[in-house]
């Protein structure tokens, strides 16, 4: 009994140690996105060389050529997404290109009009996210039913046309044994730029400001990590397609919130007076302290991927305009200044709200 449960124990431990080791190797692949790519491209065309040595395939260039083709786009999304659509593209051009071989051989010259017919109008067609679709389609539709000697041309073409669906379901295969999310990247620097706001929003509420260097240098980093969520949307909307409008919505809450931050900081800063009279009331530090918390706790949910119920209410708006009158500006200059500073508090209240709803809806997806 005694042997039984150590050996049980040891197995327990083994099995724990090998899945913490996947985790690690995991973690290590993701965190080096390019070299995981470079890996699984060789790894694909290693396996299709093995392939088509074992299994010996007519014109079997087809198959490694697409299968750089359809993983040239590291996120396994893009490469699934293409690769189907490149199936796809293919059957169809190839189904239209075989109709032809049933023309009677009186009615050859009607080929060029059948291929031009269905040229204008899968091409009518190619637009949108659809393109790659219908432009395979044309191109192979071209290569079955353009032919000289019919015979072995049609042969040659249906080769071509087997071993680029071979070389696509390989690169499909590949692309999810070691798959590179584009959605972890934009989590990653979604996650990074909720820090860096919040950071910022805090430095402006402080009575020691950061020098002008930190902050553009902050602002810099932040707004280079938006344009790099802008440019990763496209793969991310293709792995998580049913949530596009929403990713999308969340980039443009977040510019708005970058953009009110900046002017926040301007606002709070732009003279002396002003800036000791927000300093000097108290309601308003709290009310600045309730929104650094919630900033805090979306930061930790959304790096944890923890739920968003627990985050606190957001601060009433209302309370906005009765510390405004509270403090009563001296002249025109400063009153622009405070009640300009809290419009834009407002308005950050509001983009907050957005933001806070568009991530419990992807929570729940």
């Not at 929403?246 to 919130?257: A, D, G, N, P």
Request: proline share 2%; net charge positive; glycine share 4%.
């Amino acid at each position: 009994m005694e042997k039984y449960e150590i050996t049980h124990i040891y197995i327990l431990l083994l099995n724990s140690y090998s899945y913490a080791m996947y985790l690690r190797l995991k973690a290590l692949l993701i965190s080096h996105a390019q070299f995981s790519h470079a890996l699984r491209v060789t790894l694909a065309i290693a396996f299709t060389l093995a392939f088509y040595s074992i299994v010996h395939v007519p014109h079997s260039m087809w198959g490694p050529v697409t299968v750089v083709v359809v993983m040239m786009q590291p996120y396994a999304g893009a490469i699934v997404y293409k690769g189907f659509q490149r199936i796809g593209g293919t059957l169809l051009g190839a189904l239209l290109g075989l109709l032809t071989v049933l023309f009677p051989h009186q009615l050859n010259y009607l080929i060029p009009v059948w291929m031009l017919a269905w040229v204008f109008l899968l091409s009518l067609k190619s637009y949108g996210k659809n393109i790659y679709f219908f432009f395979l389609a044309v191109m192979t539709l071209i290569i079955v039913s353009y032919q000289g000697d019919t015979a072995l041309e049609v042969s040659v073409a249906l080769w071509r046309v087997a071993n680029i669906l071979i070389g696509s379901l390989i690169a499909i295969a590949f692309s999810l044994l070691l798959p590179i999310r584009a959605v972890t990247s934009w989590n990653t620097l979604f996650n990074q730029n909720l820090r860096a706001l919040r950071q910022l929003y805090q430095a402006h509420a402080s009575a020691h400001m950061l020098s002008i260097k930190q902050l553009n240098s902050m602002k810099r980093e932040v707004l280079e990590r938006h344009m790099k969520m802008i440019i990763l949307l496209p793969n991310v909307q293709k792995e998580r397609h049913k949530l596009a409008g929403h990713y999308r919505t969340i980039i443009t809450v977040q510019r708005t919130l970058i953009s009110v931050t900046e002017q926040l900081i301007e606002t709070h800063w732009s003279s002396d007076i002003s800036r000791r009279q927000l300093l000097a009331q108290t309601d308003l530090k709290q009310y600045q302290q309730h929104i650094i918390t919630i900033l805090n706790q979306l930061e930790l949910a959304s790096v944890n991927h923890s739920n968003l119920v627990n985050i606190d209410e957001l601060p009433n708006i209302e309370l906005l305009s009765t510390m405004a009158e509270e403090i009563s500006p001296d002249d025109t200059a400063n009153a622009l200044g405070i009640y300009g500073y809290f419009w834009l508090t407002r308005q950050f209240i509001c983009q907050l709200d957005a933001l806070i709803l568009q991530l419990r809806i992807l929570n729940q997806k």
